[in-house]
């Protein structure tokens, strides 16, 4: 990928229903090329799909955090999918560095997100963990 491809992303982030025209206007190539560069993107497995973001996506979850999980033994397969049951997590990430596991969490109240927390700082193995609140977030190319 080239530095066209990666702009031609960052439009289609933004807008991913804009008109080949469009963007070939807005990255100074012909409609053409950029309808070219998108097939290829998408033979190569780089773009996967499209998607639509809705108002509801955005406002279902207005309390959101990142857990940093510490994993004492062997147990992180298990606190995985333990994590993974609960309604309130969006992701779970592997990592490496001081934490074993980075939890992407949403809930309707800041109260709600307490209780997640709680419940998830009870599961045996959980030796330490440290929550980050998203306060708000972009996008590239927005």
Do not use: C, Y
């Not at 070939?24 to 309808?35: D, E, H, I, N, P």
């Not at 108002?55 to 397969?77: F, N």
């Amino acid at each position: 990928m080239d530095d066209v491809d990666h702009r031609l992303i960052a439009a289609l982030r933004h807008d991913a229903r804009a008109a080949l025209s469009d963007l070939a206007v807005q990255l100074g190539l012909s409609r053409t090329t950029v309808r070219a560069r998108i097939e290829r993107l998408r033979a190569a497995g780089v773009i996967l799909g499209f998607s639509v973001v809705l108002k509801e996506d955005v406002t279902a979850d207005p309390v959101r955090a990142l857990m940093m999980i510490g994993i004492e033994g062997r147990g992180a397969d298990r606190i995985k999918r333990q994590i993974m049951g609960l309604p309130q997590v969006r992701a779970v990430h592997s990592t490496n560095g001081r934490w074993d596991v980075i939890v992407e969490l949403g809930a309707s109240s800041l109260e709600a997100l307490d209780q997640v927390l709680d419940r998830i700082r009870r599961f045996e193995g959980v030796a330490t963990s440290e929550t980050s609140l998203l306060l708000s977030t972009r996008q590239p190319g927005r």
